[in-house]
Each structure stands twice: as structure tokens, then as C-alpha cells.
């Protein structure tokens, strides 16, 4: 079945080191998610992309989905130590309608003030 | 911001009982989902519910689960005879069309 991989399982930085994450899919995908979970807390979606090639800002995030929308990638520039938390790629499997999302194994961001 | 709602947010159980887990999605939302996800670990489908019937679930959920949606508002998860395994947080999540999941704050189910 369809898999979703993220890499790397976790990322230690200091405040105000960048930070990426990927994702990679074994099949082809019509979207895929992000999604932030703090510590404690529940996934919260952060984006979706569509496009083939498409890239998405929010403020200091940036989203890029690959040409072949089989990959995906968060970057987060000059981390914050509210950015801390795990960083979930999801992307849709099944009919259109009824589709469940597939999860990555996520990124666990960690950040030294 | 509308909300998914669920509760119990911590519930403790011995091997073998019932458990309800409950889920109050957003009202305009057409498609609602479980989850769990064991501690550390990523955030694993369980089954998915559209237009008053299952759409798909997973191989996680066997004969022990099952979910219902009552009165057009409350969503359960009822889990008939609990095992050590089960332990998890449950996640309930909704959503309206093609867009991002809204995912409750969870319940974490303790089997003892």
C-alpha cells in the first residue's frame, strides 16, 4: 500500500538555525498535507498543496511540493522556539470523497534557546 | 475557530472492559475520522465515516471496534474488550470537503 516517508526522524538546532524536513511518497499524490503537533498536543494542519511544483509561504515556513508529486518539503527559516513540535506529512489515499490521509512517521523539531 | 470536541481527554481501564470514546466533530463537516496514535509514534487511521456508514478501515480496526453516530451530532469509538495494546491517544477528526483535517485535542486510553 501506499507509504509515506519523512525524513529525518528528529532535528536538534539552536534558536535561529534553519530546519527541513521531507517527505517522500511511494505513489504519486493529488495533495499532501502538513500538519504540526506540539508536544502534548493534537496534529493541527498548516497547509495544503495541489500543484505540481507548487511552493506555499507562511511567514517563516515554506512548503514545496515536488514535479513529480511524489515529495514534499517544509523549511523553516530562523527557528523559534515555538516552532518546537513533531511535523506530520499526510497524503490522501483512496476514493475521492471518502479519503483517509496517510501519515509520515513525522520530524521532531527540538530547538536549543 | 469551530472545533472538534472530545472527551474523555484521559480515560483508565482494565484489560477487558468497554470503552466509549466520544467525539462532538464540526457541525458542517461531512466526513469524520478516528486515529490513534501510540506514544512517539506517527498518527495511524483507524476508520473512516461518511453519510451514516464506514468508508474504509483499517486492519487496526477488528471486531472489538466499532463507531456510531448517534444523533447527528456525537461521534463514538467503542472499543468492546480492551487489551494492553490498545493503549493510545484516540484522535477524532473532521472534515468538510478536499481540505485539511480538524482533529480533536484526543483521549488517551490507558488499558491496565
Known amino acids: 500500500g501506499q507509504q509515506v516517508m519523512q525524513i529525518p526522524q528528529y532535528q536538534h538546532v539552536q534558536e535561529g538555525e534553519d530546519f527541513t524536513t521531507y517527505c517522500n511518497s511511494s505513489t504519486t499524490l493529488s495533495n499532501i498535507q502538513w500538519y504540526k503537533q506540539r508536544p502534548g498536543g493534537h496534529p493541527v494542519f498548516l497547509i495544503q498543496l495541489v500543484k505540481s511544483g507548487e511552493v506555499k509561504k507562511q511567514k517563516r515556513l515554506t512548503f514545496q511540493f515536488g514535479e513529480a508529486k511524489k515529495n514534499s518539503s517544509l523549511h523553516i527559516t530562523a527557528t523559534q522556539t515555538t516552532d518546537v513540535g513533531t511535523y506530520f506529512c499526510?497524503?490522501?489515499?483512496?476514493?475521492?470523497?471518502?479519503?483517509?490521509?496517510?501519515f509520515g512517521q513525522g520530524t521532531r523539531l527540538t530547538i536549543n534557546p | 475557530e469551530p472545533e472538534v470536541t472530545q472527551t474523555p481527554s484521559h480515560q483508565v481501564t482494565q484489560m477487558g472492559q468497554e470503552v466509549i470514546l466520544r467525539c462532538v466533530p464540526i457541525?458542517?463537516?461531512?466526513?469524520f475520522y478516528w486515529y490513534r496514535q501510540i506514544l512517539g509514534q506517527k498518527v495511524e487511521f483507524l476508520v473512516s465515516?461518511?453519510?451514516?456508514?464506514?468508508?474504509?478501515k483499517s486492519e487496526i480496526f477488528d471486531d472489538q471496534f466499532s463507531v456510531e453516530r448517534p444523533d447527528g451530532s456525537n461521534f463514538t469509538l467503542k472499543i468492546r474488550s480492551t487489551k494492553l495494546e490498545d493503549s493510545a491517544m484516540y484522535f477524532c477528526?473532521?472534515?468538510?470537503?478536499?481540505?485539511?483535517?480538524?482533529f480533536g485535542s484526543g483521549t488517551r486510553l490507558t488499558v491496565v
Open positions: 477528526a473532521s472534515r468538510r470537503f478536499s481540505y485539511g483535517y480538524t
Open positions: 457541525s458542517n463537516h461531512l466526513y
Open positions: 499526510a497524503g490522501p489515499r483512496g476514493i475521492q470523497g471518502a479519503q483517509k490521509l496517510v
Open positions: 465515516f461518511y453519510n451514516n456508514e464506514i468508508s474504509e
